[in-house]
T-cell receptor
């Protein structure tokens, strides 16, 4: 299944708490991505990283933060500033000479 | 930035019929157009893709056509089966992928 893992599968948090979602890949891919998926909508890009120690904001970065200290890992922190954090979060990676993105299994975050 | 519109949002067909999903994109510089299939609660999986220098690509029962002049591309599924039921997403790439809103395909036995 592509060598991308996300944990946990389900995550529950109280409003006002920061929460970090894990994404790890063993595909030796340089580029990694975080998407948010809401019912009836497509995937929206939160942040992406083309190389270690570098990342860029996507279309809906407000209220989120990321780091890319290792090639294999691209954790996403959902901060208390994110107004509507409940969603399905998908991580993806891509090799340098390939357009195809491989997705992880996703984390469903519920904030109450 | 790039904008991708996908239609229809839902599509219901009988087993054995064909299904067609259409997408339009706004940035003429987009050069790669994948289609993903996502089953309920699962990850999106690439089913077919096409690059901007190709007009059509086929893989068994699925095919994708691209019209660069009109900036639209379509997914064609022939001889549909119940296991084709899923959400299908198109996307366009220029620097990054921009996804359409998705089509819920239901194939009735």
């Amino acid at each position: 299944d592509g060598g991308i893992t996300q944990s946990p599968k389900y995550l529950f948090r109280k409003e006002g708490q920061n929460v970090t979602l894990s994404c790890e890949q063993n595909l030796n891919h340089d580029a990694m991505y975080w998407y948010r998926q809401d019912p009836g909508q497509g995937l929206r890009l939160i942040y992406y990283s083309q190389i270690v120690n570098d990342f860029q904001k996507g279309d809906i970065a407000e209220g989120y933060s990321v780091s890319r200290e290792k090639k294999e890992s691209f954790p996403l922190t959902v901060t208390s500033a994110q107004k509507n954090p409940t969603a399905f979060y998908l991580c993806a990676s891509r090799g340098t000479n390939n357009y195809e993105q491989y997705f992880g299994p996703g984390t469903r975050l519920t904030v109450t | 930035g790039e904008n991708v519109e996908q239609h229809p949002s839902t599509l219901s067909v009988q087993e054995g019929d064909s299904a067609v999903i259409k997408c339009t994109y706004s940035d003429s510089a987009s050069n790669y157009f994948p289609w993903y299939k996502q089953e309920l609660g699962k990850r999106p999986q690439l089913i077919i893709d096409i690059r901007s220098n190709v007009g059509e690509k086929k893989d068994q029962r699925i095919a994708v056509t691209l019209n660069k002049t009109a900036k639209h591309f379509s997914l064609h599924i022939t001889e549909t089966q119940p296991e084709d039921s899923a959400v299908y997403f198109c996307a366009a790439h220029y620097g990054k992928l921009t996804f359409g809103q998705g089509t819920i395909l239901t194939v009735h036995p």
